[in-house]
């Protein structure tokens, strides 16, 4: 089977683009920053780089003129950035920040493409070797001894680790089910921020040095809110229609993204 990928050098991409490979599929990288892409040949486009809707708009019209499969991967924060209840794909849109916004207007830009046959997933937090921002920064927190103020959090968070991710989106663009579906994804239970923070430590063999902070003080540090409250998410349609299971344990995932941090 023949694939297009974009964003294949990215986080996200390398990952997908083994995961492919190793499944059998003719792997082909396509950038999208100059000129129109062209998907000759191609039976699914996976659609991973960080792009405006026009040009995702490109993209799905170029997709439907080879009669490919389009696999756009959105994110759950097209639904906002925090949930009372575990959200799923009926749950209300409402983004928050132009990365959510941009998400949510090229999944709508998408569905309008007469004939595009598109399938889309819309995952949580993403960790793996090679993760970027703010759970980089927590990972170098533990690993460093630094003393977290999470002690007292109570909340519910859904990750999902970028091997788990691969295998949704592999699943995504060959199961006939996927055809104009959205679906959530996840590693499975949540978690709360002081057990991740305990996994983590355990994963990079640091004690996890944890205090808390009264909740309104706690909002005052940088980055702290992010992490403090609850964004759950109900991955059970892409479990029952498809029958995905995640390939890696979220002890699994932190241990191989443990083993990067800590790479010499």
């Not at 683009?17 to 003719?26: F, I, P, R, Y």
């Not at 950038?31 to 995702?56: E, M, N």
């Not at 389009?70 to 925090?82: A, D, P, Q, T």
């Not at 002690?151 to 999902?160: C, D, E, F, K, Y």
């Amino acid at each position: 089977m023949r694939t297009f990928v974009t964003g294949a050098s990215g986080f996200i991409g390398r990952s997908l683009c083994a995961a492919l490979s190793a499944a059998g599929h003719e792997v082909v990288p396509v950038s999208v920053r100059s000129a129109v892409p062209r998907f000759d040949g191609a039976q699914a486009v996976v659609h991973l780089a960080r792009a405006d809707a026009a040009t995702t708009r490109t993209v799905g019209r170029e997709a439907a003129a080879a009669g490919a499969r389009l696999v756009f991967v959105s994110s759950v924060k097209v639904h906002g950035e925090e949930s009372g209840a575990p959200i799923t794909e009926r749950s209300a849109i409402a983004p928050q920040g132009a990365y959510a916004e941009s998400k949510a207007s090229a999944e709508e830009a998408l569905r309008a493409i007469a004939g595009l046959r598109l399938a889309v997933l819309r995952p949580p937090l993403v960790y793996g070797p090679g993760v970027k921002g703010n759970f980089l920064s927590l990972m170098r927190a533990i690993d460093c001894g630094l003393p977290l103020p999470f002690a007292g959090t109570v909340n519910r968070r859904s990750l999902v680790y970028v091997g788990n991710l691969a295998d949704a989106i592999l699943r995504c663009a060959v199961a006939p089910q996927a055809l104009g579906r959205c679906y959530l994804v996840c590693d499975g239970a949540p978690l709360s921020t002081p057990e991740l923070c305990r996994g983590i430590a355990q994963a990079l063999g640091r004690p996890a040095r944890l205090f808390a902070l009264p909740a309104p003080l706690l909002d005052l540090v940088p980055g702290a809110r992010r992490l403090t409250r609850s964004l759950e998410v109900d991955d059970s349609a892409l479990r029952g229609e498809l029958g995905w299971r995640p390939l890696y344990t979220l002890a699994q995932g932190l241990a191989e993204t443990a083993l990067w941090i800590q790479r010499p």
